[in-house]
């Protein structure tokens, strides 16, 4: 008993962000963008989240359940709307826990423009993505052009973890003064659901660009 007791005293919960710090690089102006972030219970103890703040209403991380068990993870939205903010912005979220007195930190982080179809070194068409649906006319998938405005050519990665209401389909590679087109589509189930995201690109060029491409799903 004396050792059982001491054991379970010595117990303690303990988080783990899977990468916290993210850009969305360059966002258009009046959009929300997204990006999952994976909270891990890596202690021997339940992990409970009591309270996440953002530092503005304009950004939000909705949880599923307020608690995780040793060992499980669980995945969490981080949603921003940008408004018209221009130029740097950052979001620094603070997760309270039951792990510590101090708060985990997360850094969320942008440059936000006007437009992104005449930016440099790459721009893309449209820079925003409506799936909009109104009587007959439902937009269920819209393509989007990558313009390369320098003369070496980039590779591509995709940066967002996923995306529930889409198929998203980017191209590898981008020739130099070349375009590459890519598409997001909405998934058959979620046709009939409103809902707003973002995808990020990554291109392998030397100052490493970052485009952050929003989405919204509109029923009129």
Not at 101 to 106: I, N, S, T
Not at 130 to 141: A, C, H, I
Not at 165 to 188: H, R
Request: hydrophobic fraction near 40%; charged fraction near 25%.
């Amino acid at each position: 008993m004396i050792l059982f007791v001491g054991s379970s005293l010595m117990a303690q919960p303990e988080l783990e962000i899977v990468q916290p710090n993210f850009s969305f690089g360059m966002i258009p102006q009046s959009s929300t963008v997204s990006q999952k972030f994976w909270f891990k219970s890596i202690g021997d103890d339940t992990l409970k989240i009591t309270e996440i703040k953002t530092g503005c209403t304009c950004a939000i991380m909705p949880l599923k359940q307020d608690f995780i068990v040793p060992g499980d993870s669980m995945e969490v939205q981080f949603l921003w709307d940008v408004k018209k903010r221009v130029f740097q912005i950052g979001r620094y979220p603070y997760i309270f826990t039951n792990a510590s007195d101090e708060p985990y930190r997360m850094s969320l982080t942008g440059e936000v423009h006007k437009r992104l179809d005449s930016l440099k070194p790459v721009s893309v068409s449209p820079y925003k993505c409506e799936f909009t649906k109104l009587r007959n006319n439902d937009v269920k998938e819209v393509n989007f052009t990558l313009t390369n405005q320098t003369d070496i050519d980039m590779n591509i990665s995709l940066l967002t973890n996923s995306v529930d209401e889409c198929i998203v389909n980017v191209p590898l590679m981008i020739p130099a003064s070349g375009k590459a087109v890519g598409s997001i589509k909405v998934k058959d189930e979620f046709l009939d659901k409103e809902f707003k995201g973002s995808i990020t690109i990554l291109f392998d060029n030397k100052d490493n660009t970052r485009i952050s491409i929003p989405f919204r799903r509109k029923i009129y």
